[in-house]
Every structure is written in structure tokens, then in C-alpha cells.
DNA sequence: TTGAAAGCGGTACCAG
DNA sequence: CTGGTACCGCTTTCAA
């Protein structure tokens, strides 16, 4: 392995010399740059990473803590950060979380110590001590929030209206809305963007909490279901829970679109497989993670952020899940 | 930041010995070992990983190089290898290669100049001189190949036989294969488990190659129904494949189960969404990733592996698009 | 058993 | 502009 001495002594100079040209810190003459680069080339330098490290107490290492890749929504938003990541020269750590501040914390721990350079993190316990007490930058994703950490989400509130907007204008006059975990912010604010929206309809509705979970949801509705014959749209706080209301409706004999139709919300590419195909809110999963990326890239490089709370916009995916407007 | 030097001056003892203590390498007294113990506990030492790293050019750090975490079957192997490598104190590195050569080969080079452990790939270009010529340890995934390298992968041939006669025993007198890329190993090994079995067993099939995507899938196998009436059994070679089955045949108003059965291959958590539910031969992906990561542990750790190579079984998961047994 | 000291490969201060 | 050198925090050799 060659260093940084061997670089020095090819190329006439001091490894201080060397060092400052190699960083672009200090002043470095024209002749010294030149015979470094020439000793670089011909030796095949790389700098290394671990000694830098050692003396800046910074790393090129970003830390992603999702609850749990496995959950549709992460792998997306996981390709977007490494590839951003990537592009300027960081490397991404994985870790899941399970939403257990524990595990959190212990994450957090173990990384700093490795001085990494900062975390983007999707967590509900960004508000306990362990965050607000950490000096490395900080980016929180979709659930957010604390005045000094920024973030970046879906516009979900105004998603949610969309969705309601969409099942109302295509007829709908009984729905269910699917709402998710109390706990989650995303959820809340798809909670606050129907009730807007139905409020102002006056159309009748009923409210369900639903867990993001397949099985569960589907159990949930079809017992809601048999109950209320006359629920002729559902609007669904995530896809998840909308492929369950889907199925429970299937297996019940309901027709879909044309008895009862459904809107989901995520965007995951499950939605496109289920037949008939799932009416969806979409987030731009990538995108969020791709801003989160950069914004804190230029935290960590002290770069001013010219924003603390990005707002992603959404879209209406129409599928076969609705039907056409009414005219 | 308290340092190992704290440590000494406070135990009365050397740096060296607090250093051979904490690794348990060399001698060490039982009084001078009581100092140290006391000495870090009230001074809440932790060891530098850094600067341990640049001594012993090691580092706690695994790679794992996925084509892409947005694949369905990479979240959960990314998820078990994570929770191994957490167990054994090692943190993991994410990296999405795109399949592309350049990219692993940038990540091999970029990854060992921070002294890496170890990696565990899941790639095509396995054979490729980056990867034949790298000093550190390997585990290769699912995909493999190479008598150096241990690997781990599902049972791919057995669960296609599984798979075959699961159509068959149902009645199934004519059936479509739709046969993965003819790059992967995995996909050979189902396309060879598939032939075995219906060779044997006499009944008509049709050989259809589908990339694993669902679109594409829908088209094609959309494309053959429509010339193929007499199809009334589709083994696809993975979930993907099978949902784009599915839906191709709902949109032909084939009726699924009675008139068309459909088996697919992965076990992926879509497949129970989807109405009705996908007949799978589910792999057990947690189990590969699991394996791989303690493999790769001993590996790294100079342990014996007791093989080289792993097979983790797959099982045959019955839901609604195959019918029962006909007695 | 123990400790002094020489690294590991860079960074950065400070004098020249 | 440049170079000598202390130092980042830990490991390891070698002599005692």
C-alpha cells in the first residue's frame, strides 16, 4: 500500500505539502502541485480513508434507520439515498430499527463512534433525547418533527383530499375511510385532509382505524363490511390496507368497481398486480429520499439548506379500482 | 472523549496493558485486570473503532451488494443479514449494484480502502476478476458460482419439480412454463426442475421466457392465452411473473382457479394480496440471509465452515389460484 | 507480566 | 509557500 510519504518523497516535497494539495487546503505552488500529481499518478495513490478519519473525526458514512426494509414503502426510499449518496461520494449504512428507541439509540451510539457524518432517519421517536441531543446532522423523513431537525414528506394532507375528492366525484355517497395508526403523522394528516374534504361534501362516512397490514385490514373490513351493505367507496389511509379492503370485498361477492370503489395511498408497486388495479394516491418515494440525501449532505458539508420542511407533492393514480366520472 | 490513555493513567497501569486486556491478547495480571475493569467503568470508556482500524486494517463492516433493494426478494435478505450482522457487532453497508460491473468493482475498491470485513453478494458477474482476485471474504447469494466462494441458495430445482406436480396432481393437461432470464443460475435451475418433472410425466407444456417483470409478463403470457386456449395450468418462475399471469388471464375472463391454475415461484408477501391468492413455491429468504451472514462471519472471524455449499429448502404455499387435489 | 515506543496513514499548526 | 513534527487513538513488538 503506498502513502501519502511515498507520494512526498517521489515527488520532492514534504507529506504536509502533499496533504494540503490533496485536500485543497493551504497554499501549494504550481511546481510542487504538479510533481504531487505526477507522484500520484505514477504511484497510484489512494488516500486512505480510515487514517483521514482518525484526525477529522468525519467519515463519508450516512446512516439510514428505517423501521423495517421489508415494509413496502423503505426499499424505494433505501435505493434513493444510496444513490444520491453515492453520487457525492458517501457511503450508506442500513439499520433497522423496528421502532425500538433501544435499537435506535444503540445505532446511534455505534455509529457516531465511527464517526459517521450524519443519519436520515425515519422514526417516531425523533422527539426522545437520544435525537435531540445529538450534534451530527440530522435529516427525519415522512414522520417528522422537531423545530431543529429538517424534513421532508408527502403533502399528505392534501393527498388524502384528493383521494376523497376522487371517490366523490365519482359518485360515492357512503365511505369508509381506512384510517392508520393514531401514532403516525402521515396517517394523521390523511385523517385532517378527508375529514376537510368530506366535512364539505356532506356526504356520510364512517371512520375505521386500520394497522398498515394486509391480513389485519383485511379482516377489519370484511367485518365492517357485512355490517354496512351500503358503503359504496372506501378510502384508504395506505395501499396495504387497501389490497385487504380489496380482497374483503372480492371474497364477499362485492363488485369493484361497480358496487363499491376503493383509493389507496402509497403508490407501491403492488398496487398494478391486484386485479382490478389499485386507484392510488402516490407518493414520489424516490424523490423524498433524494432531497433528504442532499439536504443533508449540505448540512454535513455546512452548506446553507434553503429550506427546513420539504413538501413532495402527490398524485392520483387512477386504476381500475374506481370508475370513470360521472358526467 | 475519554481514550485508552485515561484509562492507563487512572488503572496505574500501561496503555499497553489496558490494551491487552480489552483484547485479551497477552498477559495480563488479575490485579492489573480488576484496575482496568474499574478504570473504564468509571471513566465510561469506549474503544475508538477507528483508530483500532487503522492498526489492524480491519473493521466491523460488511457489504452487501444487492442489484437493487427495490427488487421484491431483497428487502427481507437485507433484513436477515442486517439482524445477523447486528448480533455478531457488525454494522451493514448497502449497496445496489444495477447488476453493473462497474459499480460492484467501485464498491469493492471504495469499501476495502475502509477495511471491510467482508461481502456478501448477490450478482451475475460473480466470476468476474474483481471479485476472483479480492483478498477478503465472500459469501455469495441465491446466484453463485465459484469453488472458492461459499454460497447459499434456495433449493431451485426441487421446489420447480414441487412446483410442476402440484399443477399436475390438480388435473393439469397442458401447461405453460414461463421460464426466467437465461443468465440466472436460479432460473436454470427451475427451468431444469420443470423439465424433469413434466418429461416424466408425459402431459403437454409450452416453454414461454418472461423477464421478471410484471408488465411484461401480463403481455406476453396475455399474448399466448389468446393463441392458447387449451393452457389450463401457468408454473411461472417467480411471483412477479405469476401476478402478471393473473391478471392476464382475469382480463381474458379466464376464471382462475376453475379453468386456469397458476403456480408461482419466490413467496414474496404481494402473493396473499392478490385475489385470489397466489399458489407460491416460497423461498425462504430470512433463512438465506441468515446463513449468509454467519458464514461470512466465521469466515471473516477464521472459523471452519462446515460447507461450502448451502441449500435452503422451499415450500410449496397453497392458496386460491390452484384447486384441490383431485382424488 | 509489564511498559516504552514505534508505528497505522493522514492532518494541521507553526516557524521559516 | 513549504516542511518539520506533534498528534488522532489504538496495537504490537521487544526489552526488561
Same mark, same amino acid.
Given at each position: 500500500?503506498?502513502?501519502?510519504?511515498?507520494?512526498?518523497?517521489?515527488?520532492?516535497?514534504?507529506?504536509?505539502?502533499?496533504?494540503?494539495?490533496?485536500?485543497?487546503?493551504?497554499? $501549494?505552488?504550481?511546481?510542487?502541485?504538479?510533481?504531487?500529481?505526477?507522484?500520484?499518478?505514477?504511484?497510484?495513490?489512494?488516500?486512505?480513508?480510515?487514517?483521514?478519519?482518525?484526525?477529522?473525526?468525519?467519515?463519508?458514512?450516512?446512516?439510514?434507520?428505517?423501521?423495517?426494509?421489508?415494509?413496502?414503502? &423503505? !426499499?424505494?426510499?433505501?435505493?434513493?439515498?444510496?444513490?444520491?449518496?453515492?453520487?457525492?461520494?458517501?457511503?450508506?449504512?442500513?439499520?433497522?430499527?423496528?421502532?425500538? !428507541?433501544?435499537?435506535?439509540?444503540?445505532?446511534?451510539?455505534?455509529?457516531?463512534? /465511527?464517526?459517521?457524518?450524519?443519519?436520515?432517519?425515519?422514526?417516531? *421517536?425523533?422527539?426522545?433525547?437520544?435525537?435531540?441531543?445529538?450534534?451530527?446532522?440530522?435529516?427525519?423523513?415522512?414522520?417528522?418533527?422537531?423545530?431543529?431537525?429538517?424534513?421532508?414528506?408527502?403533502?399528505?394532507?392534501?393527498?388524502?383530499?384528493?383521494?376523497?375528492?376522487?371517490?366523490? *366525484?365519482?359518485?360515492?355517497?357512503?365511505?369508509?375511510?381506512?384510517?392508520?395508526?393514531?401514532?403516525?403523522?402521515?396517517?394523521?394528516?390523511?385523517?385532517?385532509?378527508?375529514?376537510?374534504?368530506?366535512?364539505?361534501?356532506?356526504?356520510?362516512?364512517?371512520?375505521?382505524?386500520? !394497522? &398498515?397490514?394486509?391480513?389485519?385490514?383485511?379482516?377489519?373490513?370484511?367485518? &365492517?363490511?357485512?355490517?354496512?351493505?351500503?358503503?359504496?367507496?372506501?378510502?384508504?389511509?395506505?395501499?396495504?390496507?387497501?389490497?385487504?379492503?380489496? /380482497?374483503?370485498?372480492?371474497?364477499?361477492?362485492?363488485? $369493484?368497481?361497480?358496487?363499491? *370503489?376503493?383509493?389507496?395511498?402509497? %403508490?407501491?408497486?403492488?398496487?398494478?398486480?391486484?386485479? !382490478?388495479?389499485?386507484?392510488?394516491?402516490? @407518493?414520489?418515494?424516490?424523490?423524498?429520499?433524494?432531497?433528504?440525501?442532499?439536504?443533508?449532505?449540505?448540512?454535513?458539508?455546512?452548506?446553507?439548506?434553503? @429550506?427546513?420542511?420539504? #413538501?413532495?407533492?402527490? @398524485?392520483?393514480?387512477?386504476? %381500475?379500482?374506481?370508475?370513470?366520472? #360521472?358526467?
Amino acid at each position: 500500500m503506498t502513502t501519502i510519504r511515498d507520494v512526498a518523497k517521489k515527488a520532492g516535497v514534504s507529506v504536509a505539502t502533499v496533504s494540503r494539495f490533496l485536500n485543497g487546503s493551504g497554499y $501549494v505552488s504550481a511546481d510542487a502541485a504538479k510533481a504531487v500529481t505526477d507522484a500520484v499518478d505514477e504511484l497510484k495513490y489512494e488516500l486512505n480513508p480510515v487514517a483521514r478519519s482518525l484526525n477529522t473525526k468525519q467519515s463519508h458514512l450516512i446512516g439510514l434507520i428505517v423501521p423495517d426494509i421489508t415494509n413496502p414503502f &423503505f !426499499p424505494e426510499l433505501a435505493r434513493a439515498v444510496e444513490d444520491v449518496a453515492l453520487t457525492y461520494g458517501y457511503t450508506v449504512i442500513l439499520c433497522n430499527s423496528d421502532e425500538n !428507541p433501544e435499537k435506535e439509540r444503540n445505532y446511534l451510539e455505534t455509529l457516531k463512534k /465511527k464517526y459517521i457524518a450524519g443519519f436520515i432517519v425515519t422514526s417516531n *421517536q425523533l422527539d426522545a433525547p437520544h435525537y435531540a441531543n445529538m450534534a451530527l446532522p440530522i435529516v427525519a423523513l415522512d414522520r417528522a418533527i422537531n423545530d431543529r431537525i429538517p424534513t421532508v414528506s408527502s403533502n399528505n394532507r392534501e393527498g388524502a383530499v384528493m383521494g376523497t375528492q376522487a371517490l366523490l *366525484q365519482r359518485g360515492c355517497k357512503d365511505i369508509l375511510f381506512l384510517r392508520g395508526p393514531e401514532k403516525l403523522n402521515p396517517a394523521n394528516d390523511r385523517f385532517e385532509g378527508f375529514m376537510e374534504a368530506i366535512t364539505e361534501s356532506g356526504v356520510n362516512y364512517h371512520i375505521v382505524t386500520c !394497522p &398498515f397490514h394486509f391480513a389485519d385490514s383485511e379482516k377489519i373490513v370484511e367485518g &365492517f363490511l357485512k355490517e354496512h351493505k351500503e358503503i359504496d367507496g372506501i378510502f384508504a389511509s395506505s395501499d396495504v390496507s387497501a389490497a385487504g379492503a380489496l /380482497k374483503a370485498a372480492v371474497t364477499l361477492g362485492i363488485q $369493484v368497481p361497480a358496487e363499491l *370503489q376503493i383509493v389507496g395511498f402509497d %403508490g407501491i408497486a403492488m398496487g398494478e398486480m391486484l386485479s !382490478p388495479g389499485l386507484t392510488t394516491i402516490a @407518493q414520489d418515494v424516490y424523490k423524498m429520499g433524494a432531497i433528504a440525501t442532499r439536504v443533508l449532505i449540505k448540512r454535513i458539508e455546512n452548506q446553507e439548506i434553503e @429550506q427546513h420542511f420539504y #413538501e413532495v407533492p402527490v @398524485q392520483l393514480k387512477l386504476r %381500475g379500482t374506481t370508475r370513470s366520472v #360521472e358526467k
